[in-house]
């Protein structure tokens, strides 16, 4: 554990520094806001500032179906996408901002591992299993899983490609923390702002709910069973560890209510705030309903047909026009398909799977951007201790940094030299899906393994 | 490489019986991955070697051309160039001829010249202004996609701008949306016969098509002063065609032309003439010169340059409606660049032997089998796929007609070479006759297109004038070349974590591993140490590959010295990275990871570099897949007997020399043109050429290849002591 820490703050420092570097030494030139892996319609910021432009001459941000976002992110950075002040490039300090706003994620990333890697421990000891422990000692998963974030050129090249992805990814990790930590108030705050900015983090209710009611990961439920039953029935003679940590850490891992409520009242607090915030800023200009039209609706009927690395643009470019709503709903309840399955399986471990529905999520959703896999690879590292034995990690590793460099040049061969066409590009979308699908399948049923494993130990 | 073979073959042993206990209940996908990962020797063997055999077969398995669009139909209507078209070609030869005696030190009377007969045609003429601008270094082009903005240098002289004359015609059953274009470059300081016979053609095909009433599209004739090349001043113009400077900018403009008294006078000799014109999106360009015979040939000849920059080709419609009108209309032959020193090489012919013999045997075994080879076909093939390939690797455009391609425009440059001297009058007038009815086809053909090119291929190898390889066969070559890659890298990766779990228990008890490796060191991420050796290297690499941008503002530098610098800063960088990243020696990775996590990187780098230019991803398949393939440590034991062993040995040393690319190039350099001329600063050169081009081979040198040969390197010198200690265990 001791291994990461003390380079931890060099390291992270290290990060927000190249940031700023890369900030200050290309101010225009890498175009990284007008690539499509970057910016998607809805998270652009020149989308943005354009709503903040039509907002500013009074009239609805959402005219013309340029802006697709959260009318709350207008005021915020409306005027620093606006503004162009003492010989600064546009947007300079919008990605300060957002700098911070992933430092911050970093940080809430870190201290989500520092819960998981206690609740690890002391649910290992009370299973007696010290050689697990000990072995698990050696990664830091929270320290690990921040510098992953920070370090993850996808993170970097999100951070300084003026799109609003940063911030939707800091209310993901925040309400997963709060939920970690037990705080109601909090949890409830992250999650309706995330729900608000992005609509897809709405599925992350299941685990931020089994978050609250039992708390961080830890082993099936039936080895504590089976632990307590056989510490009950035969007393453990050799080991006089185990007996103390069973008196000192119970097993709580029974559902406790009161938090769960005080989600639910909080949640609807807050979203009754938002919508009452939103329903203020657009008075007048089309109200709440044009908001949901235009956000929401926008997001679930695929409107925007450009390309991107997702795979519904392709499809829905294609697809008769007759087919149309039947294939939308086919691949929005896709990912509805998935949560139950999951979460009655992982239901032991709700962080892994709110990770699981990140991922999912950001494979299928209308318009995925690096962004959403900056997000779930950065969560992949809080499991790095559990994932230890995960089979094609070297592939999948190669993978991501070949479809990343192969994604911009299919894309030049289509777009700027005529030479290719939409289906060179699609190809690299096809095998990113791919890649994403591989990512998740191996990790869960690693995860499983290990379960598996710690049982075996257990009965034992 | 079969000594790699033997090598697998004996330490494999273990590995196998495990996978193939695992694999009995997995999945079909992965059992056949399995087995192909667990044969890779013998299947990177098959694979490379099949490889080598398919790109010598390329010659053979051309097809014909055929033209694609139907909508072209060549020569479907019978030529309207006719001698009174020539005598106008005639009349302004002679008059520029005469332009040109008058005054000695030419200002820009031809420019003017060019735009009066223009104007008497009747159709619209304007003068482009252009400063030359030398190419910068520019690493980032590529991926940044920047659209040129106008450049304007405020201290420009009078004396260094060109002026090209552009004059359009606006086509009669057009709505004025696209255009043809024809570009005759010539030098206006210093101009030729021959580029006055280009030019009078020109002109005689334009004075044509503005009385024709089937035009279609507008016609845009650019006389292009080449006085700083042909290609920056149809680049320049180009840029301006697609850049417009608004009113802001244009102030600027002025304010530097006021100075200047030449082009005072056109301004005031035309009304409209300094205006920049327009003429909608391109469908085509021909550019066409006419070069002076040396010796005689019994026909005029027409050679064709497709190249643009990055190995980028026209439609291949372009070149077959020129090749069909100018073989079967109008009786040119065509030629295409050809590799000369290929023609003469004995093993060229002695391949085309071989393959005449294997059509022969197949003919007696079965007449219906239609494989016919000569000698003297396969070797004519093999030399033009061969520059062709060259010239596409190169990613330097072969003319001006590259600067078309950057902003997607099929262009071809046509080099006529007559059939006699050209003072020769009535040789010239049947030679224009021809020549000038063959453009007026082409434009007819074009004019004919619906949308633009698009129904035949962008991505082909020429290997004779109407003989292409189309993407679909040439892929087959580089496909097998690289298949082996990843399978061996999953070799190399489960050998190594099968290493793992046979000593981990040993490991356990015995050797105490130090902590900080064992704490990324576990499980199956193990080998994310050799990938920050990886990251270091190419790291390094990026380093190396911008040096140059700051070498090149140094003073007072020969090639030679720069080079020096170069390498010496490039080296000095190194142990740098290793103190910040740890020395892949000290970081005690396995030479399997390491070579797997090699291998993996070559694929992708390869992968990516034939999308962008197929060319160089083959040529350098060609001698970084051995390379990668057999690299083993000088010090590693092997189970194989000493002849092998021997051969393994020498094998790695010579690739590790030749895959060096400053050493591959002067070898390559060596061969062709002898060992006396050879100088360290010629890589430097030739990078300067090539980067001047923003070519992508560039980068493909120092990201992929130049990082792989150190890591090929490293290999060969690591110290294997773990992997021994292992062993004895």
């Not at chain 1, 708390?215 to 099936?220: K, L």
Request: some cysteine.
């Amino acid at each position: 554990m001791a291994e990461i820490r003390p380079y931890w703050a060099l390291a992270a420092a290290a990060a927000l520094g190249f940031r700023v570097l890369l900030l200050i030494l290309f101010p225009g030139d890498l175009h990284l806001g007008s690539r499509p892996e970057v910016a998607t319609p809805l998270t652009s910021l020149r989308r943005l500032s354009e709503g903040y432009w039509l907002k500013q001459s009074s009239m609805s941000p959402y005219a013309g179906s340029m802006y697709h976002g959260s009318p709350l992110l207008l005021p915020i950075l409306g005027p620093l996408t606006a503004e162009r002040t003492d010989g600064q490039p546009a947007h300079f300090y919008c990605s300060l901002l957002f700098v911070v706003v992933d430092f911050v994620t970093a940080m809430l990333i870190r201290a989500t591992g520092q819960k998981l890697l206690l609740s690890r421990r002391q649910s290992l000891e009370y299973l007696n299993l010290p050689k697990l422990v000990k072995n698990s000692a050696n990664i830091n998963a929270g320290d690990l899983a921040s510098l992953i974030y920070l370090w993850n050129p996808l993170t970097i090249v999100t951070c300084l490609g003026l799109c609003s992805s940063p911030i939707d990814n800091l209310m993901v990790v925040l309400t997963i923390y709060a939920a970690c930590s037990r705080l109601a108030p909090l949890a409830a705050f992250g999650y309706v702002l995330a729900t608000h900015l992005s609509l897809y983090p709405a599925i992350l209710i299941l685990p931020v709910i089994l978050l609250l009611g039992y708390g961080p990961d830890a082993p099936p439920a039936k080895l504590f069973l089976h632990k307590s039953s056989n510490s009950d029935g035969k007393d453990p003679s050799n080991n006089d560890e185990s007996r103390s940590a069973v008196t000192t850490h119970k097993p709580v891992r029974c559902f406790s209510r009161r938090p769960v409520v005080h989600f639910m009242i909080w949640v609807s607090i807050w979203s009754c705030y938002v919508l009452f915030l939103c329903s203020i800023y657009l008075k007048g200009l089309g109200g709440l309903q044009e908001m949901f039209k235009k956000t929401y609706g926008f997001i679930l009927t695929v409107g925007d047909l450009s390309p991107n690395i997702g795979v519904l643009w392709y499809f829905f470019a294609e697809v008769f026009e007759f087919f149309r709503n039947f294939f939308l709903i086919v691949f929005h309840v896709n990912i509805l398909f998935m949560i139950l399955p999951l979460a009655i399986r992982l239901k032991h471990r709700p962080c892994f799977l709110a990770f699981v529905y990140t991922a999912i999520s950001a494979m299928l959703k209308s318009y995925p951007s690096v962004g959403d896999s900056a997000l779930y690879l950065g969560l992949l590292g809080l499991f790095a201790n559990e994932l230890a034995d995960m089979q094609f990690s070297f592939f999948l590793f190669f993978g991501y940094i070949g479809v990343s460099l192969l994604s911009p040049v299919m894309h030049n061969l289509w777009i700027w030299r005529g030479t290719g066409n939409a289906n060179f590009y699609f190809a690299t979308g096809l095998v990113y899906s791919c890649l994403q699908t591989v990512l998740i399948v191996e990790s869960v049923s690693t995860m499983l393994k290990h379960d598996r494993m710690l049982r075996k130990h257990v009965i034992a | 490489m079969a000594g790699e073979r033997g090598e697998e073959g004996g330490e494999e042993g273990d590995p196998n019986l495990k996978k193939r206990a695992h694999a009995a209940r997995s999945r079909l996908i992965v059992r056949l991955g399995a087995f192909l990962v667990s044969h890779s020797a013998l299947v990177s063997v098959v694979c490379c070697v099949a490889g080598f055999i398919t790109l010598f077969l390329l010659p053979v398995l051309a097809k014909h051309t055929y033209i694609s669009e139907n909508a072209l139909m060549p020569g479907s209507a019978n030529p309207l160039f006719s001698s009174q078209d020539v005598n106008e070609a005639n009349r302004f030869i002679k008059g520029i001829i005469h332009k040109r005696i008058e005054k000695e030190e030419a200002g820009i009377e031809l420019q003017k010249f060019i735009g009066q007969s223009i104007a008497d045609v009747g159709a619209e003429v304007h003068y482009h202004k252009f400063s030359p601008h030398t190419n910068h270094f520019n690493p980032l082009h590529f991926f940044s996609s920047t659209s040129n903005t106008a450049r304007i240098d405020t201290n420009n002289s009078c004396a260094s701008f060109g002026v090209n004359t552009v004059g359009i015609i606006r086509a009669p059953r057009g709505d004025g949306k696209e255009a043809i274009v024809l570009v005759s470059p010539y030098n206006s300081q210093n101009m030729e016969y021959n580029e006055a016979l280009s030019l009078g053609l020109a002109f005689s095909v334009f004075s044509l098509l503005s009385k024709v009433t089937w035009l279609a599209k507008d016609i845009v004739w650019l006389a292009a002063d080449s006085r700083f090349g042909e290609y920056n001043s149809v680049s320049s113009w180009l840029n301006d065609y697609h850049n417009p400077i608004f009113s802001r900018d244009s102030g600027n403009l002025d304010s530097i032309s006021n100075d200047c008294h030449h082009w005072n006078e056109i301004r005031i000799q035309g009304a409209n003439s300094n205006f920049f014109k327009r003429a909608g999106t391109m469908a085509a360009a021909l550019v066409f010169k006419v070069m002076e015979k040396k010796e005689k040939g019994d026909r005029d000849c027409l050679t064709m340059y497709a190249e643009a920059s990055n190995g980028q080709m026209p439609n291949l419609d372009l070149l077959n409606i020129v090749h069909y009108l100018a073989v079967h209309r109008q009786g040119l032959r065509v030629k295409i660049e050809t590799m000369g020193s290929l023609l003469n090489s004995a093993w060229v012919k002695f391949t085309g032997e071989i393959l005449e013999g294997v059509s022969r045997l197949s003919k007696s075994l079965n007449p219906q089998w239609k494989f016919d080879v000569t000698t003297a076909d396969y070797v004519e093939g093999a030399a033009t796929l061969a520059s062709s390939m060259y010239y596409q690797a190169l990613g330097v455009p072969t003319g001006s007609h590259g600067a078309f391609r950057d902003y997607q425009i099929d262009a071809v440059t046509l080099e006529f070479l007559p059939r006699f001297y050209l003072r020769n009058e009535n040789a010239q007038s049947t030679f224009l006759l021809r020549s000038g009815r063959l453009i007026e086809g082409v434009v007819r053909s074009v004019n004919n297109l619906l949308e633009k090119f698009h129904q035949s291929f962008f991505l082909y190898f020429l290997t004779a004038p109407n003989k292409f390889v189309s993407v679909g066969v040439y892929m087959i070559a580089f496909a097998l070349l690289v298949a082996p890659l990843p399978i061996v890298a999953a070799a190399l990766f489960a050998r190594a974590k099968a290493n793992e779990i046979t000593t981990d228990d040993c490991a356990e008890k015995c050797t105490p591993i130090d902590t900080k490796e064992s704490e990324i060191a576990t499980g199956s991420w193990k080998w994310l140490q050799a990938a920050k050796v990886l990251l270091m290297i190419h790291s390094w690499a990026v380093i190396v590959s911008l040096l140059p941008y700051y070498i090149s503002h140094m003073i007072n530098l020969n090639s030679t010295m720069s080079m020096l610098t170069w390498v010496s800063l490039s080296i000095s960088t190194l142990p740098f990275l290793y103190a910040l990243f740890g020395s892949p020696f000290s970081l005690n990775v396995e030479w399997e990871l390491l070579k797997a996590v090699m291998v993996a990187t070559i694929s992708i780098g390869l992968g990516l570099m034939s999308i962008i230019n197929f060319s160089t991803a083959q040529i350098g398949a060609m001698l970084l897949v051995p390379m990668s393939l057999l690299v083993h440590p000088l010090k590693a034991k092997m189970n194989v007997n000493a002849l092998l062993r021997a051969a393994l040995l020498t094998c790695n040393i010579a690739f590790a020399f030749l895959g060096f690319p400053p050493v591959a190039l002067l070898v390559a350099k060596g061969l062709s043109e002898g060992f006396g001329k050879l100088s360290i600063g010629d890589f430097w050169e030739w990078m300067e050429f090539l980067w001047e081009w923003n070519s992508a081979t560039y980068l493909y040198l120092l990201w992929v290849q130049l990082p792989c040969w150190l890591l090929c390197i490293h290999i060969l010198l690591h110290p294997c002591s773990r992997g021994d200690s292992r062993h004895k265990q």
